[in-house]
């Protein structure tokens, strides 16, 4: 069993910054693959980012390749989403997400457990 709680979301302007952290308690983080997800009202939970499992490779959804970057502290069992360059097109409700299973995927239903979201607002 695993835990997840992400924090780090808010209001922010176009251009700006933002950290999204996603602790995991209960299983090591290196155990999993990894996945970020968003969710804007009445779209269905895309894939923003993932990192696979065995071979660590890194995988980035076209709309924020070259400005998020997913990154892991594994003594703290904690993954990261730094986001840059936001724009308004990025508000959405963002999820972490771990899947036992070696390599990586961009589908939702391949994880087996999920955060409860943290609200991101990119105003223009």
């Known amino acids: 069993q695993v835990q997840l709680a992400e924090s780090g979301g808010g209001l922010v302007q176009a251009g700006g910054s933002l950290r999204l952290s996603c602790a995991a308690s209960?299983?090591?983080?290196?155990?999993?693959?990894l996945a970020w997800f968003r969710q804007a009202p009445g779209k269905e939970r895309d894939i923003v980012g993932r990192?696979?499992?065995?071979?660590?490779?890194?995988y980035y959804a076209d709309s924020v390749k070259g400005r998020f970057t997913i990154s892991r502290d594994n003594a703290k069992n904690t993954v990261y989403l730094q986001m840059n360059s936001l724009k308004p097109e990025d508000t959405a409700v963002y999820y972490c997400?771990?899947?036992?299973?070696?390599?990586?995927?961009?589908?939702?239903?391949?994880?087996?457990?999920w955060g409860q979201g943290t609200q991101v607002t990119v105003s223009s």
């Open positions: 209960g299983r090591t983080f290196s155990d999993y693959a």
């Open positions: 990192i696979s499992l065995g071979n660590g490779y890194a």
């Open positions: 997400a771990v899947g036992r299973f070696v390599g990586g995927s961009s589908w939702p239903s391949r994880y087996d457990y």
